[in-house]
């Protein structure tokens, strides 16, 4: 893939300036349609999600006290792993785009929420909410994209470095939470910064200083209280904690691949946004987005990021509503001519590890060369990428 | 045998009380350990002030009696104060201020409001028509200042209108029994709009009250003279009026011209506006919104229907539930027109139920 700007064919070149702005409009509609009817229903639901999570994990945390004995580690672990995924999806990552703020409820607020994750309310939400969300998919400015460690499209210079980019995102999938952390810390930026000078270390150092106290404040909860408060089973519980951690941990992280890394979701140069208007803006968020087909399960269990297309057009309405206006989003699509990137969670899956493993070599590598030919042609790439690096340095 | 406390157990207690607490509040972050004991029990005793509704009672075609079961926590009120409750109509949680109808000790420890619903109103309609029991709503304790005072007044007269016969009726529930000479004059349109009807005619059958009926659809409005004619002692009597507000108005006219301005005590239940700002945008800073806001909206409802968490109380001016630093710009006060502005840094207070937008404003929320 390359960025939309780039492509010998680019797929919204039928669309002409007219049909961008009443395509907006379309969707200015849809949108306006959820909010006239936004209410009771909506309300019950959340409220229902936050209380069915909150009981389960009690229930999960009091099963796991008993976690000596495998059957209830087991039912414990399923538990706790279940609540911390609700929790951090279809709870914490929708209540803080404010999905929820028309109710007006101070509990349920993205003013006052604070999440189940390492990286702190505040923190996450200036870096999902105004960087990813107004930058979607634009190369060098969202940071989504690969998240400053990896190569994710053919646009961007290949590096030595890269070759490892597959073994980089299975330890950032296991270790989501702390990555999401460091990523909003913006810690390359400040180090850049730091080069030229330009840093404001104090600012750094006080944020650095909430996350630290946040994954101690988590720390402490999943690997020290509950475990003690265990007795015998401490150890067991312990052991439940890292799993529903890690398996809460894999799950979001392929959630997020799925969204927008598998192939036919485009990326878009940095010029390319300047002056955007409002029907450019939903173009670029119809095109640099990809759904999950499934079930109700799914669904829920993605935080209906599943539906990442309409959460990417409408980022603000309640999350029970992307299915419903799903079909009008499709249909909007198909008129206007436009591919609706959609696919089950293995196959999304597949197509965005595929595109991390194809990246992680120089453009173009392996289609020109047989298996075999791979391991030496790679050596005789890095060694003068190697030297041009140093003479750079 | 008397038993001598060793110090150090007092002490320890409440050490050892510090202890579990951190401990709950460790095994909970990123939440409190109060928001899973509301899972259980939302009206347990330390918790956020709430009720739950135990019953809905028709009064009248457009009137309903609501009994609440409040949590552990209230405090109790005085007959004549109002609480302020928050109802969720279609999702949205909405402030409003009610006047008790219930005696002040009732041995099972409800306490009840009266709600007339009006044309268009949301939660006044939402209470009235389809509240349920079981429903749990958000409260406040009890305030305001329209109550009897002790030692009793030899002579009391009480003028209401419409729904305001509630805080009256919590007065005469408690305490008719140390008041001799109570005349009541109150206003509605029909028989049958008149609020807690059987009630006050059976008083006035057994001649604890008198009772004056206007049914003002037929014998009009109440006017002054007139009301100089029903009550001849009228400046012998301590008096307590409620209702709309062209009635408030002349009543309070009315006193003062008869000298007797101190002894008229009113209750409003809409807030007296007499100017328009200009209207401007109004930054909510800390949230991060902005809206465009005309004149006559109070900056209490523009940040709420941008979806900003507005501090709010009586949502007429009087009890200072929502005052807001302004970090600059210019409001104007909608009950007498006065314009307060400030500069950047200067964080005046304003109250924003009744304060619109005159010009562009920031507000610190
Ligand atoms: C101290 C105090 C005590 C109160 N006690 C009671 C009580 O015991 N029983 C009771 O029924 N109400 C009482 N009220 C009024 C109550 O708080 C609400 O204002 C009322 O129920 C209307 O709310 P709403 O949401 O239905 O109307 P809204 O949706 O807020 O308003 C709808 C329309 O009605 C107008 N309006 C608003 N309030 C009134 C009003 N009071 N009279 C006429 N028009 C209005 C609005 O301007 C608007 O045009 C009291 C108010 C105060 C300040
Ligand atoms: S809400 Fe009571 S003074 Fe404004």
Same mark, same amino acid.
């Given at each position: ?226 475990? %003690?408060?265990? =007795?015998?089973?401490?150890?067991? !519980?312990?052991? $439940?904690?890292?799993? +529903?951690?890690?398996? #809460? ?111 992680? %070599?120089?453009? =173009?590598?392996?289609?020109?060369? !047989?298996?075999? $030919?791979?391991?030496? +042609?790679?050596?005789? #790439? ?12 | ?365």
């Amino acid at each position: 893939m390359t960025a939309i700007q780039n492509k010998p064919v680019d797929p919204t070149a039928h669309l002409s300036d007219e049909d961008v702005e009443a395509l907006g409009r379309e969707l200015d509609a849809i949108r306006d349609s959820v909010l006239a009817d936004r209410g009771a229903r909506d309300a019950a639901y959340i409220r229902k999600v936050i209380d069915v999570q909150r009981k389960l994990e009690l229930a999960s945390r009091g099963v796991l006290l008993l976690s000596l004995f495998p059957p209830a580690w087991v039912a414990g672990t399923v538990g706790l792993s279940i609540s911390k995924i609700l929790e951090n999806m279809e709870i914490g990552h929708n209540v803080m785009h404010g999905q929820w703020d028309w109710m007006r409820d101070p509990k349920v607020h993205s003013t006052t929420w604070e999440w189940d994750n390492a990286s702190p309310a505040d923190m996450w939400k200036h870096s999902h909410n105004e960087l990813h969300h107004t930058y979607t998919n634009v190369l060098g400015r969202d940071n989504d994209l690969g998240y400053g460690i990896m190569r994710v499209d053919e646009d961007q210079r290949w590096m030595p470095f890269y070759l490892a980019q597959p073994l980089w995102n299975l330890l950032n999938a296991c270790v989501f939470e702390y990555g999401i952390a460091a990523y909003d810390l913006e810690i390359g930026k400040h180090l850049k910064a730091k080069k030229r000078g330009t840093a404001d270390v104090a600012a750094f150092q006080a944020q650095l200083r909430n996350v630290l106290q946040k994954v101690k404040k988590q720390a402490t909860r999943d690997y020290l209280v509950h475990p %003690l408060l265990s =007795g015998p089973s401490a150890l067991p !519980t312990l052991g $439940a904690n890292v799993t +529903a951690n890690l398996v #809460r941990n894999l799950w979001t992280h392929s959630v997020i691949m799925c969204g927008h890394f598998p192939e036919g979701v485009e990326t878009f140069t940095k010029t390319s946004i300047e002056g955007e208007t409002r029907g450019q803006w939903y173009l670029r968020q119809m095109l640099g987005a990809a759904n999950i087909s499934g079930g109700e399960a799914l669904h829920l269990m993605t935080g209906n990021l599943s539906f990442q297309v309409e959460h990417h057009l409408f980022p603000d309405l309640p999350s029970n509503r992307y299915k419903e206006i799903a079909p009008q989003v499709q249909d909007v699509f198909a008129r206007y001519g436009l591919t609706y990137v959609t696919g089950s969670m293995p196959k999304q899956l597949a197509s965005a590890w595929g595109k991390v493993v194809r990246l992680s %070599l120089p453009n =173009g590598f392996l289609s020109r060369r !047989t298996a075999k $030919a791979v391991p030496v +042609a790679l050596v005789q #790439r890095v060694r003068p990428a190697r030297a041009e690096e140093r003479a750079a340095a | 045998m008397t038993t001598v406390t060793p110090p150090q157990t007092r002490s320890a207690r409440p050490r050892l009380r510090d202890r579990l607490v951190k401990l709950a509040e460790a095994a909970a972050t990123p939440l409190v350990p109060a928001d899973y004991l509301d899972l259980v029990d939302p009206l347990r005793s330390g918790a956020a002030l709430r009720a739950r509704i135990v019953a809905v009672q028709p009064e009248t075609r457009d009137a309903a009696t609501l009994v609440l079961q409040p949590g552990r926590g209230w405090a109790g009120h005085v007959p004549g104060q109002y609480v302020r409750l928050g109802v969720d109509v279609d999702g949205v949680r909405q402030w409003r201020t009610y006047s008790l109808t219930s005696p002040a000790d009732r041995a099972d420890g409800l306490i009840a409001i009266t709600v007339k619903a009006i044309p268009d109103g949301v939660v006044s309609n939402h209470l009235v028509r389809a509240a349920t029991a079981g429903t749990v709503l958000q409260l406040d304790q009890a305030a305001g200042d329209f109550v009897l005072p002790t030692p009793r007044p030899a002579k009391a007269l009480f003028v209401t209108a419409g729904s305001g016969i509630t805080p009256v009726m919590g007065m005469l529930r408690s305490a008719l029994h140390e008041l001799d000479d109570v005349v009541l004059v109150h206003s509605a349109p029909t028989a049958d709009d008149v609020v807690f009807a059987a009630e006050l005619r059976a008083l006035a059958a057994d001649g604890r009250i008198r009772l004056v009926e206007k049914h003002t659809d037929v014998d009009g409005m109440l006017g002054t003279a007139e009301l100089d004619a029903l009550v001849p002692d009228l400046a012998e009597r301590e008096a307590w009026a409620c209702g709309p507000t062209g009635m408030l108005d002349l009543l309070e006219g009315h006193w003062e011209s008869r000298g007797l301005a101190g002894r008229l005590h009113t209750e409003r239940f809409r807030p007296l506006v007499v100017a328009a700002g200009e209207g401007g945008t109004v930054t909510f800073s800390r949230t991060g919104a902005e809206v465009e806001a005309d004149g006559a909206t109070p900056l209490l409802q523009a940040g709420e229907e941008a979806g900003v968490l507005m501090p709010s109380g009586c949502r007429m001016g009087i009890c200072f539930g929502c005052v807001l630093p302004l970090r600059s710009g210019a409001v104007r006060d909608l009950r007498n027109g006065d314009l307060t502005t400030a500069a950047e840094g200067d964080g005046v207070l304003v109250q924003t139920c009744v304060s619109a937008a005159a010009g562009p404003c920031d507000l610190d929320v």
